[in-house]
């Protein structure tokens, strides 16, 4: 063998072994990071793919048909929203020992009331410090749509809180509706005239808002609003978390009889979770359009830049200051651990709630990132992401307190101290109510305005950017949640118990410790523990059967 042979297969050699690994290295990295490395090339794809086809000026139904692909991520994840909350609830409350559960719901709603708190000051400190009403003017017209009075906008809430049907607030929840009635003023007929008319035109922007035309009245009559009960077309998320969850602790306090339903609860919940790791290779393809056409629907962005600039970015401040700054602070002071590396295992579900603006239809992802990659227990991950998905609200208090008070400095209105304080409070409130569908902060903003007398037609003046802002802040609805679930996972560890050593767990039964001996049979108990041991230690999910 020549000594240019020799060289040429050490070459070879050395090449293949490099070769070698680096191809190992691209499929460890491609199986942990692969999914999510997509979602964040399409976010990339989806924002230019937007903004370069806004030059070919496509038509209504074009821009429709160009976002088919994203409207069938949005029908899959809201799919799954109504199975995984009442499974997720009813099956994780009713294997928790009754006192572990109301320790664990003290803290968890403690935490969210705290943390919107936060997050409402910082709004608030921001607007106040940078002033961005004084950048921005009211246009010389406004569209005339009335809205609910804080009141009604209360009432309504309770009532969701208790839906009159089951099946209807799966796909419908209550809200009061205004009719107007006109008050025929009282002149005299005058024989031969015609009498004159008032017709209610619908708006050209938005057709659901109609305009009193007035035609040859003299006087104007007068108008007055009532309330009916109406409906709108969303799921009534907050009933049906409080139902899923008092028939949960109920089915832990009926012991063995309650069993069998837990069971299929536990069933129906590992089945939506295998759904979901299904569908999550669509959802870069379905992130590419869904970003893409909502670039297409949006007015010139320069113009909204002039007028409003200033405004989103102080909102998107207090979002970073208060999302990777208080809420990571929050988590090293009570866990000691590090936030950020917490954080990286739910990428995935900040890009999907960066697509979608909806922290319900991203309660699927959030779940299923919370198990596989953070090792959260799963009966705390089943109880704190659907109550946070309701509930927890950061995002949207910081963004309501800014909107009110940019309102109040676009129209000059000087606010004292007590105004604020009030502000403060009612966007806390209002935040608990707004459903986690895309853009219920508008809906919910009617309170907070009215707490404080300011004009709730000036709502208009932050609707152009509302779409974008939207998105940011349901980002930190669902990194709160997720947060949210990893302290509440590391406080009440010893309430469920540590984790048993390594060893055979059918032959140490007996040391497995009695969280759940208050509920279920003793040897469906066992069956439980054993379960939950083989998952935790293998991360496969075994189906134990009781024979």
């Given at each position: 063998?020549?000594?240019?042979?020799?060289?040429?297969?050490?070459?070879?050699?050395?090449?293949?072994?490099?070769?070698?690994?680096?191809?190992?290295?691209?499929?460890a990295?491609?199986?942990?990071?692969?999914?999510?490395?997509?979602?964040?090339?399409?976010?990339?794809?989806?924002?230019?793919?937007?903004?370069?086809?806004?030059?070919?000026?496509?038509?209504?139904?074009?821009?429709?048909?160009?976002?088919?692909?994203?409207?069938?991520?949005?029908?899959?994840?809201?799919?799954?929203?109504?199975?995984?909350?009442?499974?997720?609830?009813?099956?994780?409350?009713?294997?928790?020992?009754?006192?572990?559960?109301?320790?664990?719901?003290?803290?968890?709603?403690?935490?969210?009331?705290?943390?919107?708190?936060?997050?409402?000051?910082?709004?608030?400190?921001?607007?106040?410090?940078?002033?961005?009403?004084?950048?921005?003017?009211?246009?010389?017209?406004?569209?005339?749509?009335?809205?609910?009075?804080?009141?009604?906008?209360?009432?309504?809430?309770?009532?969701?809180m208790?839906?009159?049907?089951?099946?209807?607030?799966?796909?419908?929840?209550?809200?009061?509706?205004l009719?107007?009635?006109?008050?025929?003023?009282?002149?005299?007929?005058?024989?031969?005239?015609?009498?004159?008319?008032?017709?209610?035109?619908?708006?050209?922007?938005?057709?659901?808002?109609?305009?009193p035309?007035?035609?040859?009245?003299?006087?104007?009559?007068?108008?007055?609003?009532?309330?009916l009960?109406?409906?709108?077309?969303?799921?009534?998320?907050?009933?049906?978390?409080?139902?899923?969850?008092?028939?949960?602790?109920?089915l832990?306090k009926?012991?063995?009889?309650?069993?069998?339903?837990?069971?299929v609860?536990?069933?129906?919940?590992?089945?939506?979770?295998?759904?979901?790791?299904?569908?999550?290779?669509?959802?870069?393809?379905g992130?590419?359009?869904?970003i893409a056409?909502?670039?297409?629907?949006?007015?010139?962005?320069?113009?909204?830049?002039?007028?409003?600039?200033?405004?989103?970015?102080?909102?998107?401040?207090?979002?970073?200051?208060?999302?990777?700054?208080?809420?990571?602070?929050?988590?090293?002071?009570?866990?000691?651990?590090?936030?950020?590396?917490?954080?990286?295992?739910?990428?995935?579900?900040?890009?999907?709630?960066?697509?979608t603006?909806?922290?319900?239809?991203?309660?699927?992802?959030?779940?299923?990132?919370?198990?596989?990659?953070?090792?959260?227990?799963?009966?705390?991950?089943?109880?704190?992401?659907?109550?946070?998905?309701?509930?927890?609200?950061?995002?949207?208090?910081?963004?309501?307190?800014?909107?009110?008070?940019?309102?109040?400095?676009?129209?000059e209105?000087?606010?004292?101290?007590?105004?604020?304080?009030?502000?403060?409070?009612?966007?806390?409130?209002?935040?608990?109510?707004?459903?986690?569908?895309?853009?219920?902060?508008?809906?919910?903003?009617?309170?907070?305005?009215?707490?404080?007398g300011?004009?709730?037609?000036?709502?208009?003046?932050?609707?152009?950017?509302?779409?974008?802002?939207?998105?940011?802040?349901?980002?930190?609805?669902?990194?709160?949640?997720?947060?949210?679930?990893?302290?509440?996972?590391?406080?009440?560890?010893?309430?469920?118990?540590?984790k048993?050593?390594?060893?055979?767990?059918?032959?140490?039964?007996?040391?497995?410790?009695?969280?759940?001996?208050?509920?279920?049979?003793?040897?469906?108990?066992?069956?439980?523990?054993?379960?939950?041991?083989?998952?935790?230690?293998?991360?496969?999910?075994?189906n134990?059967?009781?024979?």
């Amino acid at each position: 063998m020549t000594m240019w042979e020799r060289v040429r297969r050490a070459l070879l050699n050395s090449l293949s072994t490099t070769f070698l690994h680096i191809w190992k290295w691209v499929a460890a990295f491609w199986r942990k990071n692969g999914l999510l490395t997509l979602s964040m090339l399409s976010v990339a794809t989806g924002c230019l793919l937007g903004f370069l086809l806004r030059a070919l000026e496509l038509t209504e139904l074009e821009k429709q048909y160009f976002s088919f692909p994203g409207e069938l991520l949005m029908r899959m994840l809201k799919m799954l929203i109504l199975p995984l909350i009442t499974s997720s609830l009813m099956s994780g409350l009713a294997t928790m020992d009754s006192r572990a559960c109301g320790k664990m719901g003290i803290i968890t709603i403690t935490y969210y009331l705290w943390t919107t708190f936060m997050a409402v000051t910082v709004g608030i400190i921001l607007v106040v410090s940078i002033h961005p009403g004084a950048a921005a003017q009211k246009d010389d017209y406004s569209v005339g749509k009335v809205v609910l009075s804080s009141a009604d906008a209360l009432l309504d809430l309770i009532r969701n809180m208790f839906p009159s049907n089951l099946i209807e607030a799966s796909f419908q929840q209550y809200r009061t509706v205004l009719v107007p009635v006109v008050k025929s003023p009282s002149f005299p007929k005058i024989p031969g005239k015609s009498l004159s008319f008032i017709y209610f035109a619908p708006d050209d922007e938005n057709p659901e808002i109609h305009r009193p035309v007035f035609l040859e009245l003299t006087p104007s009559p007068e108008m007055t609003y009532r309330t009916l009960p109406g409906t709108s077309n969303e799921m009534n998320v907050l009933g049906i978390v409080i139902f899923s969850a008092t028939i949960g602790l109920l089915l832990g306090k009926m012991g063995e009889r309650g069993t069998p339903l837990v069971n299929v609860c536990q069933c129906l919940n590992e089945a939506v979770m295998k759904i979901v790791s299904m569908a999550v290779w669509y959802f870069p393809f379905g992130i590419v359009f869904l970003i893409a056409g909502k670039i297409l629907e949006m007015g010139d962005p320069s113009v909204i830049g002039q007028k409003l600039g200033l405004y989103a970015i102080t909102v998107v401040s207090g979002l970073v200051i208060h999302g990777l700054v208080l809420l990571p602070l929050l988590f090293i002071l009570i866990t000691k651990k590090n936030p950020f590396a917490f954080i990286q295992g739910i990428l995935q579900a900040l890009l999907i709630a960066l697509a979608t603006s909806s922290s319900s239809a991203t309660l699927p992802i959030t779940l299923k990132c919370l198990l596989e990659n953070n090792g959260i227990d799963r009966r705390v991950a089943r109880f704190v992401l659907p109550v946070g998905a309701t509930i927890n609200m950061d995002g949207t208090a910081l963004y309501e307190a800014v909107a009110a008070i940019f309102i109040a400095q676009v129209n000059e209105y000087d606010l004292d101290l007590g105004q604020i304080i009030t502000i403060s409070i009612t966007a806390t409130a209002a935040s608990i109510g707004a459903a986690g569908i895309p853009q219920s902060g508008l809906v919910t903003m009617v309170i907070v305005l009215t707490s404080v007398g300011l004009p709730t037609d000036d709502i208009t003046l932050i609707i152009a950017v509302d779409w974008a802002l939207d998105r940011f802040r349901t980002m930190t609805n669902v990194l709160g949640d997720a947060l949210a679930a990893g302290i509440v996972a590391h406080v009440c560890e010893k309430d469920f118990g540590p984790k048993p050593p390594t060893q055979d767990p059918v032959s140490n039964t007996d040391k497995f410790p009695s969280v759940e001996t208050s509920h279920l049979h003793p040897k469906d108990n066992v069956i439980e523990m054993i379960e939950e041991t083989l998952f935790d230690q293998t991360g496969v999910h075994y189906n134990i059967c009781q024979v």
